[in-house]
């Protein structure tokens, strides 16, 4: 879904690497959060310009299910999340996020090894 809009002028992506993310390791606040993050590989971030072009992106992501990943939503106070995480019992592969805010919307894909019990500690 993300290679599909990496042209799109809706939408700016950064790209974090290995390194970019070791470095933010060493500056995490706890044990859990540094551990999680050094089992990531790459963080790809997008953020989007309009709450059409959201939407949009919302709909597409909704065939992620049938490609072997689970949707979970969240939401908190006035912004909404779409998560779809895949992965097995232990361990999570990918996780992408569209969160959605009137105004402010972002995409991100997470890619690694990463524990499943330290997922908490990436996505907050």
Not at 37 to 46: A, E, F, H, Q, Y
Not at 63 to 70: A, P, R, S, T
């Given at each position: 879904?993300?290679?599909?809009?990496?042209d799109?002028?809706?939408?700016?992506?950064?790209?974090?690497n290995?390194?970019?993310?070791?470095?933010?390791?060493?500056?995490?606040?706890?044990?859990?959060?540094?551990?999680?993050?050094?089992?990531v590989?790459?963080?790809?971030?997008?953020?989007i310009s309009t709450?059409?072009?959201a939407?949009?992106?919302?709909?597409?992501?909704?065939?992620l299910?049938?490609?072997?990943?689970?949707k979970?939503?969240?939401?908190?106070?006035?912004?909404?999340?779409?998560?779809?995480?895949?992965?097995?019992?232990?361990?999570?592969?990918?996780?992408?996020?569209?969160?959605?805010a009137?105004?402010?919307?972002a995409?991100?894909?997470?890619?690694?090894?990463i524990n499943?019990?330290?997922?908490?500690?990436?996505v907050?």
């Amino acid at each position: 879904i993300i290679d599909s809009y990496k042209d799109n002028p809706g939408i700016g992506f950064v790209e974090l690497n290995k390194m970019m993310i070791n470095m933010a390791a060493a500056a995490a606040k706890t044990d859990a959060e540094k551990e999680a993050l050094k089992s990531v590989d790459s963080i790809t971030m997008g953020i989007i310009s309009t709450d059409e072009l959201a939407a949009e992106i919302g709909q597409k992501l909704e065939v992620l299910e049938k490609q072997g990943y689970g949707k979970m939503n969240a939401s908190k106070e006035d912004a909404k999340a779409m998560v779809y995480i895949k992965g097995d019992e232990k361990f999570i592969t990918e996780v992408v996020i569209l969160g959605k805010a009137e105004g402010h919307n972002a995409l991100s894909l997470i890619k690694g090894k990463i524990n499943s019990e330290q997922v908490g500690a990436l996505v907050k």
